[in-house]
């Protein structure tokens, strides 16, 4: 592989919820579910991006996040499998699928977030991305991104190979796919083709429609526990029977059949063998008990969002409510981060020369977990609460946002903002800017920058001082905080969001 292999399409937050069913409502006929557990994981195009940084490759997804907790918590998912997030923006609510379950079965699918919303459109970044690829998997779930003219433009014009998952409310795959894969039901919707007299002569009718058609230049239809039947030049089609017959939860089998045929063609395989290696990969994937055991142990053990009191001002919904609205009216996001425990004036200095860059300001705040991992088991002095309040209390900050890794990667995937800020402390003794976070603002078109920091100030002396008993006397007279230099690109652009 010479690049990464990109995944593209829609993704979705999905929730299985485990429970226990003893007892009918006493006002309808429904059973009562008492939930035990629940398990968070990407889905749609998400899951399928997983299962192939699972496979061990490089993985980039492109897809649409929302302004909303859902979607800092897909950031969180998928920064956690490795997973190397391009996101566009999405107006609306993250899409979101609750299964309701007991005994491993499903008793309720509850889906939220409405109608699908139109994405925005790709960074130069984004068509850089498709057009260095080893080779692309779209995942496409009907939810708009496939069709945007742009992506489809740069996927027609990529070297890559080229595997397009299919959902009959989507567009057509570009023409010249090297590979498409269907399940059977969404091969007849798509290709318009009544039940023959047997299973495989309608896949096989199926999967040739759809080749013409696409000027695909193979077409596997997927056949569950039966495996694939893969139509390509010529007019016999390969049947790949499954190795061995396997019951079970054959949720996401198809992102997994997809994925590893991706895989394969991305180090080189023929169709053929692509698409033998995804039947024996999706079988044993269902055969091994499904999505619930095929995640990454990351993944499994990721952590959701803190949830804190404290008003509007905290959490990941105030913080996606509040860059939406400033987006909205045209303005400039700006966010910085670190652990802020015990602030201090060079805190607040940044934190004022920060906001003073555009239209609102995010702090990303380190959770007390991730203060500890950095810092030793001594730290934070402060829990996160407190620190939380004590921020979102100064008049420059206008969100915190705690996030539970050791960077705040994940969050600014899903913050996407147009300024990233540190205090001058992050100058490299030759004086270059060299920011770990430049590379993900770089995503989305953002940019990296830093502020005058007061010399002098510093938690860990503080920290020492009160051990110490030195009291108040290691602190320099204060100092005004210099003013940053705005530039055209940075000055904020809508007054009235401030």
Not at 309 to 327: D, K
């Amino acid at each position: 592989m010479t690049g990464p292999v990109v995944v593209l399409g829609d993704t979705l937050l999905d929730r299985d919820v485990e429970g226990v069913v003893n007892r009918l409502c006493p006002d309808s006929p429904g059973p009562v579910l008492d939930e035990s557990t629940y398990a968070d994981r990407p889905g749609g195009a998400g899951l399928a991006a997983v299962f192939a940084a699972a496979g061990g490759a490089e993985v980039a997804l492109v897809t649409a996040i929302a302004d909303d907790a859902g979607g800092a918590r897909l950031g969180t998912l998928l920064a956690a499998a490795g997973v190397q997030l391009y996101a566009l923006p999405l107006a609306g609510a993250t899409p979101e699928k609750v299964r309701l379950r007991a005994r491993g079965r499903v008793l309720l699918r509850h889906d939220r977030g409405g109608p699908a919303s139109p994405p925005g459109e790709p960074s130069e970044a984004v068509l850089r991305l498709l057009s260095n690829a080893s080779a692309v998997l779209v995942s496409d779930y009907g939810r708009g991104l496939a069709q945007l003219p742009a992506l489809r433009a740069a996927l027609a014009a990529t070297r890559a190979p080229v595997v397009w998952d299919p959902h009959p409310r989507g567009p057509a795959a570009v023409p010249g796919v090297h590979l498409a894969t269907p399940n059977e039901p969404e091969a007849r919707e798509l290709a318009k083709v009544r039940p023959g007299e047997s299973r495989l002569v309608t896949a096989s009718r199926s999967a040739q429609a759809l080749r013409e058609r696409w000027r695909a230049g193979a077409v596997a239809v997927t056949l569950g526990g039966d495996g694939a039947l893969l139509c390509h030049a010529g007019s016999t089609p390969l049947v790949v029977p499954a190795p061995a017959s396997a019951e079970g939860d054959t949720c996401g089998a198809g992102d997994r059949f997809a994925a590893a045929a991706t895989l394969a063609l991305a180090r080189g395989a023929l169709v053929s063998e692509a698409v033998q290696e995804a039947v024996v990969e999706a079988s044993a994937y269902v055969a091994g008990g499904g999505v619930a055991a095929a995640l990454p142990a990351p993944v499994r053990a990721a952590l959701p969002p803190a949830v804190n009191g404290g008003g509007e001002r905290i959490g990941a919904a105030a913080a996606g409510a509040l860059v939406a609205e400033v987006r909205a009216a045209g303005g400039t996001v700006v966010a910085t981060g670190g652990c802020f425990d015990l602030l201090h004036a060079g805190h607040v200095a940044t934190l004022q020369a920060a906001r003073q860059l555009g239209d609102c300001l995010v702090v990303c705040l380190n959770s007390d977990a991730s203060v500890a991992g950095l810092k030793g088991p001594e730290r934070p002095v402060v829990p996160q609460g407190d620190r939380c309040r004590l921020l979102a209390a100064l008049s420059c900050v206008d969100a915190v946002l705690i996030f539970e890794e050791s960077t705040p990667h994940a969050a600014l995937s899903w913050l996407r903002p147009d300024i990233w800020v540190k205090g001058g402390d992050y100058v490299t003794g030759g004086g270059e800017q060299t920011l770990p976070e430049a590379d993900i603002l770089a995503r989305w078109g953002g940019h990296t920058v830093v502020v005058p920091y007061l010399d002098g100030r510093s938690t860990t002396d503080m920290i020492a001082a009160a051990r110490s008993g030195r009291g108040s006397g290691i602190w320099p007279s204060p100092e005004p905080a210099a003013t940053p230099h705005r530039t055209a690109a940075s000055r904020p652009t809508a007054e009235g969001a401030r």
